[in-house]
């Protein structure tokens, strides 16, 4: 089972990696690992995904939170956050095949960011699960190339997270 972690710490070079490190060095299995700056630029924001029960999200949780640049820490659970992951997946599109992909990107609310002659390149933004379905029914096809983001979540609702002062 997929743990979401939010994690607000002090914007500083080495936080990230330190972050990483303690988590592969307890040995947890991370899924993906998402930071970027937040409105305060002296403030960063990650989004830490693991693997495990829920014993090993409350370790991973607590290990992290003895980092003297963690400012707060959170579980957000599925049901209580706003969860988002990208893709980007380039697959060989014959002409025969074309429309049908386009047909499927539109019903799974993907933009077409690039086109060639032989192939197609869709974006998609959405829960982790939306994006594995995507991958599963593209797989009829032939999938050229594939990157895909961490994940990023946020509480939802009116529940404050974290006040920037």
Known sequence: MRHTIGVVMDNKPGVLSRISQ?????EFNIDSITAGP??????TRMTVVVEGDDYVADQ???EI?????????ERLPADQATRREIMLIKVRATK???????????????QIVDISQGTLMLE?????????????LLSEYEILDMARGGAIALHSGE????IFE
């Open 22 to 26: 303690l988590l592969a060095r307890r």
């Open 38 to 43: 937040t409105r305060d630029h002296d403030v």
């Open 60 to 62: 991973a949780a607590k």
């Open 65 to 73: 939170s003895k980092l003297e640049d963690v400012i707060r820490i």
């Open 96 to 110: 025969e095949q074309r429309a049908e992909i386009v047909d499927l990107a539109k019903i799974m609310d993907c």
């Open 124 to 136: 998609h933004s959405d829960v982790p699960e939306k994006i594995d379905l995507l991958v599963n």
């Open 159 to 162: 529940e404050e997270t974290y």
